[in-house]
């Protein structure tokens, strides 16, 4: 059967497909809305399936605060190229996904993928544009982050975001800080708030490295412990964020820095997501 323009059209508008798969689903269905539109979901899959084994090394991340600035929920959708991360649609969809796993009150990435979005899920859509565009996208990182005073930072790329909970203080000045905190995080990379919150593994990896290296230069034996812990504790001013020397001024550390704005301010938690 003939299909016209605007039946071509119609369905290009209700799937976001392109106007020659919309045309060979459309007639593959014999002018069938409903077949046409699981034929181009079918494509979809067959794409997706296809490019499972493919990096999604690009993309864009986003951030959502609630009204009361106590939780913050931060996810990445991930991609092949920068030209699908740069494109518009792409990065409408995401914040789009943000705003459905808020309504949602959704707690993971699994569950987001179970969200109702028109007639099918959240899952089968993503499924759909990975059909439309030809990359695999996928929901790489997803977090929530809670505390008496949640701020957010996503860096100018686009592809680094942090979420940074704060407590003993609230008001524009903490709100400032908490920024100050977030572009400390996302330039500094801290694996945890302070010592406490390293993992074990880590710690004991830190030690036996420490060992190795005072072997190595030919410190005596019943010295290698000791000398290993200064260097964990070395690591530990280096790599964890409320000892991190304070970027913005050398002289002070982030701990040291968050007490001379408010006294008693500290993180409770972050969560930074780099894509790339």
Do not use: W
């Amino acid at each position: 059967m003939a299909i016209t323009a605007q039946e071509v059209n119609k369905l290009r508008q209700m799937t976001g497909a392109g106007m020659m798969d919309c045309k060979k689903a459309l007639t593959e269905a014999e002018g069938d809305f409903e077949k046409a539109v699981d034929l181009l979901r079918k494509k979809g899959q067959k794409v997706s399936a296809s490019r499972a084994d493919r990096e999604t090394k690009e993309g864009v991340v986003v951030t959502h605060v609630n009204e009361g600035s106590t939780e913050g929920i931060i996810l990445s959708l991930t991609c092949e190229t920068d030209f699908v991360a740069k494109n518009e649609e792409f990065g409408s969809f995401a914040n789009e996904i943000l705003n459905l796993a808020v309504k949602n009150n959704s707690q993971s990435a699994e569950e987001i993928l179970t969200i109702p979005y028109d007639n099918i899920t959240l899952g089968d859509k993503i499924v759909e544009m990975t059909g439309k565009i030809g990359e695999k996208i996928e929901i790489s990182h997803f977090a929530r982050v809670k505390g008496e005073s949640v701020v957010n930072y996503i860096h100018s790329n686009g592809k680094l975001g942090v979420l940074v909970a704060l407590k003993n203080g609230e008001g524009a000045q903490v709100e400032e800080a908490g920024k100050d905190v977030a572009m400390q995080i996302a330039a500094m990379n801290p694996v945890a708030v302070d010592k406490d919150g390293v993992d074990s593994t880590t710690v004991e990896r830190e030690i036996e490295v420490g060992k190795e290296q005072a072997r190595a230069e030919g410190k005596p034996e019943e010295m290698l412990e000791k000398i290993a812990l200064g260097k964990l504790n070395k690591f530990y001013k280096e790599n964890t964020l409320l000892s991190q020397t304070f970027v913005k001024d050398n002289a002070q550390t982030v701990a040291q820095y968050l007490d001379s704005v408010n006294k008693g301010l500290t993180v409770i938690d972050f969560k930074r997501i780099s894509i790339g």
